[in-house]
């Protein structure tokens, strides 16, 4: 008989929204897997529980060594219970890796449902909830960001971002950039804390807002892309369109299937668009 991994939700905030399950698992666990053990404590404290099983870290730096000793000791029957800092395990935080061996054995995996920062900002945003997707974070590096807002400007659907407040002001410059700087957001900050606060606004203006400093934790809820399926873009503005792109250091492949999404067309047209005017311009020149 195997064991049972089960990945437990915790607060992101006010530590009275943890589930009455997660005091229930954490004194019933075999292995208790926590990405930072000194936060685990704190909150072990604060729900009034002492953990009768072991303690184990399990965080980024940890987590490729420490998955196949988990998995082990789940093949062997034990309850493992996997908490993170704050939210659900496996979203932007360590878990996946240890799922993914877990479900390889045939290891049974359930979960504690718990707070999310996705959910709750999404909640509170303003913004449509009905279709939404979650990006996690953002690279680091300014050319990187770029082609990865680039590779969804034309996403129709929410969007969900998780941001350092020192990066914050960056990124919504280089969204305005991107999506445009009347696109909508929200920047949801210290969620479910002291001093929540929740900014709503074009991201031009939240860019202007960040640059002045922003601190906690941050998640930026984004407007999804205006449908233009039904408007005629001409074959001039794809040409346009694309040569934008390509200035900003985008390959032309990429440009074109890009202005294809905005425009709601097929890449074909864009690309029959693009080689027409590049066989204009050169008989203009001979």
Sequence with gaps: MTGTLVLAGTPIGDVSDAPPRLAEELAAADVVAAEDTRRLRRLTQALGVTPRGRVVSYFEGNESARTPELVEELAGGARVLLVTDAGMPS???????LVAAAVERDVRVTAVP?????????????????????????????????TRLR????????????????RLDDTLAAMAEVFGGTRRAAVCRELTKTYEEVRRGELAELAAWAAEGVRGEITVVVEGAPDKSGEEVGAEELVRRVRVRE??????????AA?????GLPKRVVFDAVVAAKRQGESAGR
Excluded: M, N
């Excluded at 979203?91 to 890796?97: A, H, L, M, T």
């Excluded at 590779?151 to 020192?166: C, K, N």
């Excluded at 202005?259 to 425009?263: D, S, T």
């Design 114 to 146: 718990g707070p999310s920062a996705v959910l709750t900002a999404l909640a509170v945003s303003g913004l449509p909830v009905d279709r939404f997707c979650f990006e996690g974070f953002l690279p680091r590096k300014a050319g990187e960001r770029l």
């Design 259 to 263: 202005v294809a999404v905005e425009a």
């Design 91 to 97: 979203v932007s935080d360590p878990g996946y890796r």
């Design 151 to 166: 590779e969804v400007a034309g996403e129709r659907r929410t969007l969900v971002y998780f941001e350092s407040p020192h």
């Design 247 to 256: 200035e900003a250091g985008e390959r032309r492949k990429e440009a074109i």
